[in-house]
């Protein structure tokens, strides 16, 4: 399950003269359900992340809307999000094809001004395409934008009006170069009061329910279940598991596998040692089955 360390936020503006500015991008309940399958070697609909409009909060006298720990700001069709004092602009509704748009991105495979993995990079996108799907009552625009930033020619930035990216909530593979044990994630579906929205590649694989996991035995249903904390990290973590006896494998964002150890149900595991930046830990069974989850070292 991927978790968000960074704070993004909603701000909504009224705008009578504005049809969409009377249009609330993620009202409160409003959920996505993303794909998050790590390994290529993973059934494809193992794993999922869902997050929520819960709630709204004042901060420094100004009310954000919270999206589970991700903020965020709507200001007429344009959508941003909070990060290190700054506003970025993740999506615009009212573009118009051939326009280029600089987007904001925040992505894992950059460093930030401390020198810690993570942090925001400014891409020019050209929208190439707009095209119009009808979800229920609604006809909504989906806008493809081409990377024309020489930091990754080979990325395309896909949106729905109203909803958001088809790929990720947030766009933290910008720049990645990831070995072919990793697939990308992807937009399962997307609800609030009014749209109810399963994607076109998610609706291609089957009738899947949107909270739909795939293990395909038994045994794959007894993949261990650990939990790691605290996370982000900086000195030490803690394994906890219900098992007595398991191998924690960690392994860099390159697919390097740093180091192997037993560990017996709550385990101390230094990482010190490791430089900031993202890792993935690998809990083994002792019949070979294996659950990730990602680690953040500061």
Known sequence: MKTYNISLLIFFTSLTVNLFAQQEWAPIGAKWHYNSTLKASDPLLRFYDVLEATHDSVINGTTY????????????????????????????FNAQLHDTITFELYTFCTLDSSGNQGGIVSLDFKVSNIEHVVIGNDTLQKFTCACISSFDLSYTYEYIENIGSINQFFEDDAGCVYPGIYVSEFLRCYEDDSINYKSDYFTSLGNYACNYGEPTTVEEIEAPEFAVYPNPAEDAITIETSKNLQEVTVIAITGEVLSKQEIRGTTAFDVSSYPSGIYFLQLTNSSGKASIQKLIVK
């Open 65 to 92: 809307r919270m999206v589970d720990t991700i903020p965020m700001l709507q200001q007429g069709y344009k959508v941003y999000y909070y990060y290190q004092g700054n506003n970025h602009l993740l999506y615009d």
